[in-house]
């Protein structure tokens, strides 16, 4: 009777153990899948937003792109709009193809940081909310393109002259300095790239959280879900 009992005890033993094994190689291999499938996404997302922004009037024509317009370059616009409207179309076309300068810029930091992605990324975004890839992705390199094309949008910007036509057309309301925190063309060329640099970091993420978001399915799919 001691042999059966015994013998039970150590069948079902192995059972936990082989199950258990077999668990984690399920898990791993979800993990793994599901880390695929992100980065399949999100590199998706990346090119689909690399080839808008290569493309001037597409890139004029996206809304993603236009709600990443921030707040003061909204005012500036606002505000240009009611004495001089045609030098906001004209801001935007010289913003448009500073874009297409920093593509080969953004581009290598945002494939390298999704290929850098690990388990705790995977494991955030299958207890988040749709877009929380993209969320982790904006964090690791949001500050790091802006950073990295803020220099190639000043001097797009600066070639144009777009910053020292606004300012003339703005002379008197200083309305330029007082959102930008500058009383200077040098000081407020400097803010106005940097607004622009923001707006076009932004969109960039705009449009590969709309692509995650729309292949939403096939994440939920690698994670079982």
């Known amino acids: 009777m001691k042999k059966y009992i015994l013998a039970a005890a150590i069948i ?22 599901g880390l695929a499938v992100i980065k399949r996404v999100l590199l998706g997302g990346i090119n689909k937003g690399v080839n808008i922004y290569g493309n001037k009037q597409a890139f004029l024509q996206n809304n993603l792109v236009d709600q990443a317009l921030p707040k003061e370059l909204r005012d500036i616009n606002s505000t240009l709009e009611k004495i001089a409207p045609s030098l ?19 581009k290598p930091i945002l494939e390298n940081a999704v290929n850098s992605l690990n388990a705790q990324d995977v494991t955030r975004i299958i207890q988040g909310e749709k877009g929380t890839a993209t ?22 910007l600066n070639k144009y002259g777009i910053v020292k036509t606004i300012n003339t057309a703005l002379s008197g309301s200083n309305i330029l300095g007082n959102l930008l925190g500058g009383n200077n063309s040098n000081a407020n060329a400097g803010s106005l790239s940097m607004l622009a640099s923001e707006q076009i970091v932004n969109g960039l993420f705009n449009i590969i959280e709309d692509h995650e978001k729309q292949n939403s399915a096939s994440l939920l799919g690698a994670f079982g879900k």
């Open 135 to 156: 969320l982790i992705l904006k964090e690791k390199t949001s500050q790091q393109l802006i950073t990295a094309i803020a220099p190639r949008v000043e001097q797009e």
């Open 88 to 106: 906001v179309a004209k801001e935007r076309e010289y913003i448009a193809d500073a874009a297409v300068y920093t593509v080969n810029i953004a």
């Open 12 to 33: 079902f033993g192995t059972g936990t153990i082989i199950n258990t094994s077999l668990h984690s190689c399920t898990t791993l291999a979800t993990s793994d899948l």
